[in-house]
């Protein structure tokens, strides 16, 4: 069923998500996957990710990076962020949320994922009952090519924004105004 798929939240960015609403919601906890959600695939982390992560800190949040990429490729983008991580996680595979969870000292009710993938980062969440918010896939300005899974991913997204009853279950997150 396509509800599976539907984030609780859609926003553009991870710079785009009302943090200090997230946290007087209850939420202690973020999980991020990296690639094409905080920098572009294979990238290191930029100045602007690793003040996202101090500012995450300083309010309070704990961070955990869940992702399929190995160690090396988290350590390496992990340089200048303080974040514990999951790495080969086997996304969607539920069991790697609940390891998350579990480093964090949180309940599941705690924590929400933020990822640019329905299948893998979205499903997830849903599947292990997170609470999730889908962000576009970054790509470069000029890249027009994507593959077969982003064509469908874009498909399930016109029923998404169709279906009042999924759409904002957090409230409508997306920032206002700066933080």
Do not use: W
Not at 14 to 43: P, Q
Not at 65 to 70: A, D, G, I, Q, V
Not at 141 to 156: M, Q, S, V
Request: proline share 2%.
């Amino acid at each position: 069923m396509l509800k599976n798929f539907y984030p609780y939240e859609y926003v553009k960015s991870v710079f785009d998500i009302d943090y200090h609403k997230l946290y007087s919601l209850g939420y202690r906890g973020i999980l991020f996957d990296i690639d094409n959600t905080l920098v572009h695939h294979g990238e290191n982390s930029t100045p602007q990710i690793d003040e996202l992560f101090r500012r995450l800190h300083k309010k309070g949040f704990k961070t955990l990076l869940l992702s399929n990429n190995n160690q090396e490729r988290i350590e390496r983008f992990l340089a200048n962020i303080d974040s514990l991580y999951i790495s080969d996680a086997d996304k969607p595979n539920t069991a790697n949320y609940a390891k998350a969870v579990e480093m964090l000292e949180l309940k599941k009710e705690e924590a929400v994922f933020v990822g640019d993938q329905l299948f893998t980062d979205i499903y997830g969440a849903n599947r292990y009952g997170m609470a999730s918010i889908l962000v576009d896939f970054l790509r470069y300005e000029n890249e027009t090519e994507f593959g077969k899974r982003r064509a469908l991913e874009k498909f399930i997204l016109k029923f998404y924004r169709l279906n009042r009853k999924y759409r904002n279950r957090m409230g409508n997150i997306c920032k206002v105004s700066s933080d």
